[in-house]
């Protein structure tokens, strides 16, 4: 296999090896421009857009989706390792029986 592959860049210039093996087609590979925002020509006065009949279900999906994720964000687990770290303290000073809370001394 490699040799046939060698043989085919020694036996053609190496611009029209490349050009064969892309392979490509003669057509255009995107939609031209319009000038038209999605491709959609504006409205008349008075007329009303009609919707696909994917965009109400993208819409709920999306926005759905966003509040269920929202949701998931403010009531996740605390995992922090200094939350934990204070937590195991404390614990620890309690059950030393020793005061967890600051309490400012006067400087009288």
Wanted: net charge positive.
């Amino acid at each position: 296999m490699s040799s046939t592959i060698v043989r085919s860049f020694t036996r053609t210039p190496f611009r029209k090896a490349v050009q064969l093996r892309r392979g490509g087609g003669g057509h255009e590979g995107y939609n031209l421009p319009t000038g038209y925002l999605f491709g959609e020509k504006p409205l008349a006065p008075g007329a009303k857009r009609v919707k696909e009949d994917w965009e109400g279900m993208y819409i709920w999906g999306f926005m759905g989706s966003m509040a269920v994720g929202t949701a998931f964000l403010y009531y996740k687990p605390d995992t922090n390792v200094h939350t934990w770290a204070y937590r195991e303290a404390k614990a620890r000073l309690e059950a030393r029986g020793e005061n967890v809370e600051y309490q400012p001394e006067d400087k009288q």
